[in-house]
Antibody, heavy 120, light 106 residues
């Protein structure tokens, strides 16, 4: 069964940092681009960041550019999202989402989500 | 960024009903349109890609149509497990963008 297993998240003060992890299970994640999508409380879905299959290309939405860093370790079947300089409006559930090989931004599988709460 | 607008924002329906959700883009996205289902407290799940192709394992009561800027998701014979919020998403133009969601209440 194909699964994306997430870990990380938690409560952090403004200005703090967290790292989210996404492990591919039942699939070789290295063959796919991966994105992170977040959902603020009671709100809709917002694409945050993406990384190419090799990790050679990364993309960010404007609001997180320079604060978040996406990376991957294909030897471990893992993708990461480093969240720095966190702000209250970064509070959300963060999902990793696997892009289809032919369409980077069509998400055929999603992780279970990780809660990130930014508050003093 | 391309704006995706869904209507209605919520709909109440009964088991066995036919439900249609509309998604409009403010620019042409050809058929690069996906639909996702999200149940309360769960991650989104892919239902349809390329506007009308059902992902494997998705019940055939779900169908999608449209091209360009206007798309529909139809659920024929609504089932109790279909209570969820549905999102459309365009992946024609970077960055990918989602509609605001349609909550289907049974």
């Amino acid at each position: 069964e194909v699964q994306l297993l997430q870990s990380g998240g938690g409560l952090v003060q403004p200005g703090g940092s967290l790292r989210l992890s996404c492990l591919g299970s039942g699939l070789t994640l290295s063959t796919s681009p991966v994105s992170w999508v977040r959902q603020a409380p009671g709100k809709g879905l917002e694409w945050v960041s993406a990384i190419s299959k090799t990790g050679g290309s990364t993309y960010y939405t404007d609001s997180v550019e320079g604060r978040f860093t996406i990376s991957r370790d294909n030897s471990k079947n893992m993708v990461y999202l480093q969240l720095d300089s966190l702000r209250a409006d970064d509070t959300a559930v963060y999902y990793c989402a696997k892009g289809e090989v032919a369409s980077t931004y069509y998400f055929d599988y999603w992780g279970q989500g990780a809660q990130v709460a930014v508050s003093s | 960024d391309i704006q995706m607008t869904q209507s209605p924002s919520s709909v109440s329906a009964s088991v066995g009903d036919r439900v249609t959700i509309t998604c409009r883009a403010n620019q042409v996205v050809t058929n690069r349109l996906a639909w996702y289902q999200q149940k309360t407290g769960q991650a989104p799940k892919s239902l349809i890609y390329s506007a009308s192709f059902l992902k494997g394992g998705v019940p055939s009561r779900f169908s999608g149509s449209g091209f360009g800027t206007e798309f529909t998701l139809t659920i024929t014979s609504l089932q109790p497990e279909d209570f969820a919020t549905y999102y459309c998403q365009q992946y024609h133009t970077y960055p990918p963008t989602f509609g605001g969601g349609t909550k289907v209440e049974i």
